[in-house]
């Protein structure tokens, strides 16, 4: 800001060449005003001077805070100020040795001005009034400091750089995926390998390759979901089975996992969506005893060395003979408890010897070739493992479930 220039007042100069400086030290009279439209353009000029003054200030802008305090207090004291300020000598000039007939109007004319000059308080200049960063140093340090995960809008400033940042909460692996990959880390520790398969699957892969006929009664437990009359969402895992026979041929070491559906209403222990492992071993001189063995092992190492196994016979229509195993409880030891309902046992799958028909399906020659399968749901192993009571917390995606493992 440039100092004003001082003029004398016995100086002559014609008023368009006045400064604004040098015309409040005058009288409207020494000015040649004598109406009201003249007090009105004396003052607009006024007016126009102070914003040019507001405005250039706010166009370049500040390096500092400080350089802000010091622009502002400036510009705010040369209009404003008491003793000296343009508003004060406008007072003591212009309204107080105004002539009767045109007071009126320039005592309103100054009350505006004065409100508008208020408007230059410093407070209200500085929000205006923008830091110029222009300093290459300055740019560089702020860049660096920048969260661009939460950017604060509006503020040029990040706030407080010593804060914390903004951390995302961790997953963690859901209890399904957890069992089905312990599962399988059973099983690849003996040389099965991890086959999986169509979700969609054909009625001749879900049934009949499985030697479940259309009019036989078994396919009534899985009957269900059909997309169209040749298409079904698979019932279980088997149909893989097959599928792995026809892709690899014999010998053949394969744990398949995966979703399977059946028309289940949900409730505490079912779900129409769950989760199956089937294992299958084809070999030649494969018999009920290896069977026996690898399951018995892979309980053990599930359950824990102390778990006993128990195999009895049942019906499924692609093993021949057909088991079912039990684990001694692992709650109560076999002793008997609510969990094993008094009986000791728990049943956790389903095994049995290939049926020749089904390793016939498969494109295996049963006369030479021989093999067992187990079926299990990785649900039934969460819920065992966990202490779960309720299938359908799996599928709520509750995160206060979730979390716990
Ligand atoms: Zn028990």
């Not at 005003?33 to 353009?41: H, I, Q, R």
Request: proline share 6%; aromatic share 10%.
């Amino acid at each position: 800001m440039c100092p004003p220039p001082t003029i004398r007042a016995h100086t002559r100069v014609r008023p368009y060449l006045m400064t604004i400086d040098d015309k409040v030290r005058k009288t409207l009279a020494e000015l040649g005003v004598t109406d009201a439209k003249g007090v009105e353009s004396l003052f607009a000029e006024v007016r126009a001077a102070m914003e040019k003054e507001r405005q250039e200030l706010v166009s370049k802008g500040v390096a500092s805070e400080a350089e802000r305090d010091k622009l502002c207090k400036a510009l705010r004291d040369r209009w404003l100020a008491r003793k000296n300020g343009l508003i004060s000598f406008l007072d003591e000039n212009w309204l107080k040795k105004a002539a009767k007939e045109i007071k009126p109007v320039v005592g309103r004319q100054f009350n505006e001005l004065r409100r508008s000059a208020a408007n230059m308080e410093e407070k209200t200049l500085a929000r205006e009034l923008p830091l110029r960063r222009d300093d290459r140093a300055a740019r560089i340090s702020w860049a660096a400091f920048q969260v661009p995960t939460a950017p604060t809008v509006g503020a040029s400033v990040p706030s407080d750089l010593t804060l914390p940042g903004y951390r995302r909460p961790l997953g963690s692996i859901h209890p399904i995926t957890r069992v089905q990959r312990e599962i399988e880390d059973i099983f690849l520790g003996l040389g099965f390998a991890i086959e999986t398969g169509p979700e969609v699957e054909t009625v001749y892969y879900n049934f009949d390759a499985l030697n479940i006929p259309e009019t036989h009664p078994a396919r009534d437990d899985w009957d269900t979901l059909y997309v169209d009359s040749d298409t079904v969402l698979r019932t279980h895992t088997s149909p893989v089975q097959i599928r792995s026979m026809e892709k690899y041929g014999a010998p053949l070491y394969v744990i398949i996992p995966g979703k399977c559906y059946r028309h289940d209403n949900p409730d505490s222990s079912h779900s129409p969506m769950f989760h199956q492992i089937e294992g299958l071993a084809i070999d030649t001189d494969i018999t009920f005893a290896d069977l026996k063995g690898t399951l018995d092992f892979f309980a053990k190492k599930f359950f824990g060395e102390k778990v006993r196994t128990r195999f009895s016979p049942t019906f499924f229509p692609f093993t021949e003979p057909s088991g079912e195993v039990s684990i001694s409880c692992v709650i109560c030891d076999g002793k008997g408890c609510r969990t094993c309902k008094e009986t000791g046992w728990l049943e956790v799958m389903g095994c049995g010897m290939v049926h020749p028909e089904v390793l016939r399906y498969g494109g295996i020659d049963p006369a030479k070739y021989s093999g067992w399968a187990f079926g299990l749901g990785i649900e039934r192993y969460a819920m065992m493992k966990y202490d779960i009571h309720d299938i359908q917390l799996f599928y709520q995606s509750d995160v206060r479930f979730l979390e716990q493992f």
